[in-house]
Every structure is written in C-alpha cells, then in structure tokens.
T-cell receptor
Framework: GAVVSQHPSWVICKSGTSVKIECRSL??????MFWYRQFPKQSLMLMAT?????????EQGVEKDKFLINHASLTLSTLTVTSAHPEDSSFYIC??????????????FGPGTRLLVL | AQSVTQPDIHITVSEGASLELRCNYSYGATPYLFWYVQSPGQGLQLLLKYFSGDTLVQGIKGFEAEFKRSQSSFNLRKPSVHWSDAAEYFC???????????FGDGTTLTVKP
C-alpha cells in the first residue's frame, strides 16, 4: 500500500514551452501533497504544499506563476512548469500524506520526474 | 524553525561492517523524525519514523534508529551492511506545521566489497 506515482518519469522540452507533471496516490486519499525540487547531489527543497480543493501554498522564493499547482481530486495533483527555461531543469519529486491514516505526518514519495529544458 | 544536520557528507564502509549515520535536529517541540533512502534517479523510500514512545525504532531492511532528546539526535544504524545499501540517506524532521518536513543535506553511503 501507500504507493505514489509520477508521470512522466522523464521529459525533455524546448525553452519557452510548458510541462505538466502528474502526481497520483494510487491506493489512498491524499488531501495534502507536496512538491519538491532536487538538484544533483543536493537535498530536497520544498516548493509548495498542494491542498485538495484549494490554492497551493508556496514556499518563500518560489514563483507561483511559474510553477502552477492544481490539486483537483483526492488522488491527483499536477505541477505545471510554465515557459520553462534551462535553469528549471531539475528532478521534481512529489509526496502525499495519507490523511486517513493514524500516521498522518508520514509522507509517501513518488519516484520523481527528471526535467531537462534545452 | 526546524532544521536538520547530517554531519557526514560521505561514508564508506566495507560490506558486512556496521553502520551509523548521524542526524541532529532542531525543533521547538517533540519532533516527528524520519529516515529515508534514495537510490540514484529514484524517489525516497521511508526506512523508519519516530513519533513517540520507544526511543529505539526498528525499520525496514534491518535498519534501526535511536531518538535521544538530550542530544537532539536520531542516528541511523545497521549491524551489517550489504552492497545493496549503497545509496543516499536523508534524515528529516517534521511536525504539525501543515505536515511539512525539513530534510538534511543527505549522506552518501558507499559499500566496499
């Protein structure tokens, strides 16, 4: 149980285009999902908290117009990188909290999406 | 503010040897503590977690961790390391602040044959 998937796992795009990354909780409901960014050999940096049915909460320094987050259902959150540029190239990881579990603070992570902007 | 320090950037151990990865945290209340493992190009897998109760926590793959409040530490241990344990290990602290977790910078584990 507690499986989180991400799609796509790899994406290469041209500068200026937009890319959508999906994060799904496959066997549990997640009212809260988190989006992280990870640079090579570095830790995870929290970008935003995605709340089902409401606006995402962005961390300081993260451009909300650049990284659009939509959490339309209890099992799906999407991150859209708009007008992507080479500096947006990174490994994006989502996680989901199982809101029905007693271990409400436990996050389950997706396998990540590697984005390369040319 | 919560923070996590993993003092060791890189650790190398021989297969079969014991392992201890250090983690120190800063948090104003009783913390929720986690250890995750990440293989190259993969997401994070939860090894174990501490919320309350017994300070010695058992996890998957033979790992355990001990919460020591007096030292603000949550070190990860394994008595005998296998080659497949080579990976990046992250310690994280979280709380009731909307479930946010703060991650350490990670420790890279290399296992020598």
């Amino acid at each position: 149980g507690a499986v989180v998937s991400q799609h796509p796992s790899w994406v290469i795009c041209k500068s200026g285009t937009s890319v959508k990354i999906e994060c799904r909780s496959l066997d549990f409901q997640a009212t809260t999902m988190f989006w992280y960014r990870q640079f090579p050999k570095q830790s995870l940096m929290l970008m935003a908290t995605s709340n089902e049915g409401s606006k995402a909460t962005y961390e300081q320094g993260v451009e909300k117009d650049k990284f659009l987050i939509n959490h339309a259902s209890l099992t799906l959150s999407t991150l859209t990188v708009t007008s992507a540029h080479p500096e947006d190239s990174s490994f994006y990881i989502c996680s989901a909290r199982d809101s029905t579990s007693g271990w409400a603070e436990t996050q389950y992570f997706g396998p990540g999406t590697r984005l390369l902007v040319l | 503010a919560q923070s996590v320090t993993q003092p060791d950037i890189h650790i190398t151990v021989s297969e079969g040897a014991s392992l201890e990865l250090r983690c120190n945290y800063s948090y104003g209340a009783t913390p929720y503590l986690f250890w995750y493992v990440q293989s190259p190009g993969q997401g994070l897998q939860l090894l174990l977690k501490y919320f309350s109760g017994d300070t010695l926590v058992q996890g998957i793959k033979g790992f355990e961790a001990e919460f020591k409040r007096s030292q603000s530490s949550f070190n990860l241990r394994k008595p005998s390391v296998h080659w497949s344990d080579a990976a990046e290990y992250f310690c994280a602290v979280g709380g009731t602040n909307a479930g946010k977790s703060t991650f350490g910078d990670g420790t890279t584990l290399t296992v020598k044959p």
